[in-house]
């Protein structure tokens, strides 16, 4: 290193030090990127700039690694620990000059070959300052603005303005060992490895920031000039008799009236002020297989993220993960409902685009929305949309509104110029602000419009919500999707623009089915959570904290040892732990007696804790129909558990969203019986499973797991019971009678769930029924009851404790 370089980092090292507050991607480099700590290091940047330098040198030292401003000695030569594509763009001329990196690089190869024991690692780093996208037209903002290799004086005003939004994004390490064993010169590998880390450095800039915005005129100008809009115009002048320049201008409204105005300004100014929340109302914020994401952006990929919908937190929490991991934050699809002044206006700004909740047969719009998507796609920006369409009010999945599955397989179908995936996100919650108004909404009071009030008294209300949980799912390549499903996809480009293919719904179906298995294939378990499955499972809502303590130690051995899947997370915590951080959110009340703790919901609350449970209520779904199929034998053969599987698994699947294939259910319950008789909440007794001795600490924890599913089983029963007393009947009449006899089982019976009687999950039912051919169909279309019926529903009432099955045995059902 020269001594003018040593210079300027002795400098420059405390203005960097003050100025720059460096956020490292990933923070887990060893896990993620496969980067070994013991083996040397050389890191490979983009420009060769000082406080870039020493932005890396302040992270490495965080994160463990070896300094850039060191040496590196092998073999008696020294190689500096950072080496530079280019230099930095002079003041007063335009072009960048190249740095003699090929040479060192060249050298490095060389040296390799000559020793078979060495093994040096490149690590290639990212440095940003802000996160701002390019514009179609300079202005005093690009001033600060991080282009690829500023000026030292432009550097001077970005460590100044942006110091505190560095991010220090590190890929994986490419082995010099073997780039050195590759055929090919020495020199020849050294330029191969620089072509690829100027490709690979360009994909990060844009995956950081995104593609350069639109300016509105050039937006219009793109969505009017379209041949799709342009056919919608002709029409609506045609239908509603209005001149061109009417139609037209209405176009250009719908335009005002959707699109976003993104502004990076606000996304910083958003990203201080939402670490301040998060701080106050948070523990803290778990992310999952992130990596996922950052590997789709490094290879080019458009991104679609489709989460899962709990609270209008979302919106934020999500875009704020994003931002975090290193990536560019995405456009979002938001009702139309939230486009009131100043929410509206903040978020457009944010990159939300407002759709409305229907359509409406409006055919301008209606080509002026799917213009506009496809305008996004193709120009690489990220997109965010819930394909529920709204927020679940149950704590569960709602089956998905296609809509926007549909126009992303459209466009695709139209031509977008660069791979596209679907990423799946669970969000989850130990506290969600709106689940008291969820609950009112199910009870049938109208759903409050936002407003300015509502948000006020949101802020002011906001208050310890635990922890926050985000994880991505394995993405879906639209692509692979495509050739799979429809392998003639490809065909239709030439087809008329305004026809809808054949196999565009079922394979959209098909595509919303595989999102929301997705979504809940990725569930994370928190301790409100499983605490609230423990106690809505106990009969009075209350337990002492030495049985609730045994019971999340059980589910949580469970949990790790027979995992619902590998993308699933539990948390890294004891049981007690876990206990003592969900007592702390002040939802449950702890009376003491002589014998120690007795813990049981605030008054009139129980009912608030089935929304925790229902978030992973699929989680326990096969272990709970396993062990309640065990207790209400009193033994069963473990052929005859597997039967019962069999049989209830499809309709399990269509209402939980779950993953598993029929055979891999099967699979996935020989696993569980054999890790829960390992754990002790079964046992072997000869040919037999038997439920653990009434005297042994698991039997309580066997016989909370064998309740958690029974409020699914008493629906499955009333729905059964209705068809086999009306032997035929309309499918509106067995979804209304359904509901007014699980409302009165409710009432009857003090059941606390207000999805029980719920009529989106009634008719899932009745569906999956259909589905899996349990019905018959009379030539009228009304549903008959049928042998297989009968069969199902000898199974379901078993499982339903007595006093239910005695009920429904004996309800009369009133002529419609």
Request: aromatic share 10%; proline share 4%.
């Amino acid at each position: 290193m020269s001594w003018m370089r040593k210079t300027l980092l002795s400098v420059f090292h405390y203005p960097v030090k003050w100025l720059v507050r460096a956020h490292s991607i990933p923070v887990n480099v060893e896990t993620e990127l496969g980067i070994d700590k013991s083996k040397p290091i050389i890191y490979l940047l983009p420009t060769n700039s000082v406080t870039d330098q020493l932005a890396l040198r302040m992270s490495a030292k965080a994160l463990g690694l070896p300094s850039p401003t060191d040496t590196v000695t092998m073999e008696g030569r020294e190689f500096p620990a950072s080496l530079f594509l280019r230099k930095t763009q002079p003041i007063f001329r335009s072009k960048t000059r190249e740095t003699d990196i090929e040479d060192t690089f060249t050298d490095l190869f060389h040296v390799h070959r000559d020793h078979d024991e060495l093994d040096l690692q490149v690590v290639p780093v990212f440095v940003s300052w802000g996160r701002a996208p390019g514009k179609g037209k300079p202005g005093l903002g690009d001033l600060i603005a991080d282009r690829a290799a500023p000026s030292w004086l432009r550097k001077l005003f970005i460590v100044l303005f942006l110091g505190r939004d560095n991010f220090i994004s590190y890929s994986k390490a490419v082995s010099a060992r073997a780039m050195s064993n590759q055929h090919g010169s020495d020199k020849l590998i050294a330029q191969k490895l620089l072509r690829v880390a100027s490709t690979h450095f360009h994909r990060k800039r844009q995956g950081m920031t995104g593609p350069t915005l639109l300016e509105r005129q050039e937006l219009n100008n793109a969505l009017l000039g379209s041949d799709a809009v342009r056919r919608a115009i002709a029409e609506e002048i045609r239908t509603k008799k209005i001149t061109h320049e009417e139609a037209k201008n209405r176009a250009r409204e719908y335009v005002t009236e959707i699109a976003a105005d993104y502004r990076e300004g606000l996304i910083r100014f958003g990203d201080r002020l939402l670490t301040r929340i998060w701080n106050k109302i948070y523990n803290g914020i778990s992310v999952g297989h992130a990596e996922r994401i950052r590997e789709l952006a490094s290879n080019g990929h458009e991104i679609i993220y489709v989460p899962c919908h709990r609270s209008h937190m979302d919106y934020l929490l999500l875009t704020y993960v994003i931002y975090h991991e290193g990536m560019v934050t995405p456009h979002i699809a938001a009702g139309i409902n939230l486009n009131f002044w100043p929410v509206g206006k903040i978020f457009r700004r944010g990159g939300a685009f407002f759709l409305r909740r229907s359509f409406g047969g409006n055919k301008l719009y209606t080509a002026v929305f799917r213009e506009y998507l496809e305008l996004l796609f193709n120009k690489g920006y990220s997109v965010k949309y819930y394909p529920e369409g709204g927020r679940s009010r149950t704590g569960r999945l709602i089956p998905p509104k296609t809509g926007m599955l549909a126009m992303t397989l459209q466009a695709m179908v139209r031509g977008i110029n660069r791979p596209v995936s679907i990423v799946p996100v669970y969000i989850g919650y130990e506290n969600v602000m709106e689940v008291k108004s969820y609950l009112k909404e199910l009870k049938g009071t109208s759903k409050k419009k936002e407003s300015n009030w509502q948000v006020f008294s949101a802020i002011r209300k906001l208050k310890n919500y635990g922890h926050g949980y985000v994880n991505f799912g394995e993405p879906l390549q639209l692509n692979q999707f495509l050739e799979k499903h429809v392998p003639h996809w490809r065909d239709c480009r030439d087809a008329e623009p305004e026809k809808k293919p054949a196999w565009l719904t079922p394979a959209v179906n098909e595509l919303a089915g595989q999102v929301m298995e997705s979504i809940n294939r990725t569930a994370a378990i928190n301790g409100m959570a499983l605490t609230s499955l423990c106690m809505l499972s106990s009969k009075t809502y209350t337990m002492s904290e030495d049985e609730l303590h045994h019971s999340l130690d059980d589910f949580l051995k469970l949990m790790r040892q027979a995992p619902f899947s590998a993308d699933a997370t539990v948390p890294d915590l004891s049981a007690h732990d876990m206990l003592q951080q969900t007592l702390r959110l002040k939802r449950f009340e702890i009376e003491h007696d002589e014998y120690g703790k007795l813990i049981r919901p605030q008054a009139n609350s129980a009912v608030y804790l089935t929304y925790y449970r229902n978030n992973i209520l699929h989680l326990f779904a096969l272990p709970g129909l396993i062990i309640a199929s065990v207790f209400a034998n009193k033994g069963a053969e473990k052929s005859t558990i597997l039967q019962l599987v069999a049989a209830l698994y499809p309709l399990l699947q269509k209402e939980l969203f779950m993953y598993k294939t029929q055979d891999q259910a099967l699979a996935y319950t020989d696993e569980l019986i054999t890790q829960m008789t390992a754990i002790g909440l079964l046992q072997e007794q000869g040919s037999k499973v038997m439920p653990p001795d009434a005297q042994s600490k698991k039997f309580h924890s066997a016989w909370l797991l064998s309740r958690c599913m029974q409020e699914t089983f008493q629906r499955y029963a009333v729905v059964l019971t209705i068809l086999e007393k009306e032997r035929e009947i309309s499918r509106s009449d067995l979804e209304r009678t359904s509901r007014q006899v699980a409302e009165r089982l409710s009432t009857l019976y003090g059941l606390n769930s207000p999805e029980f009687y719920d009529k989106n999950v009634l008719s899932s039912f009745i569906s999956a029924l259909r589905e899996n051919h349990w019905l018959n169909s009379a030539p009228d279309g009304s549903l008959r009851y049928s042998e297989e019926c009968a069969a199902l529903r000898q199974d379901v009432m078993l499982l339903v404790w007595p006093e239910i099955a005695q009920h429904l045995e004996n309800v009369t059902l009133h002529a419609s």
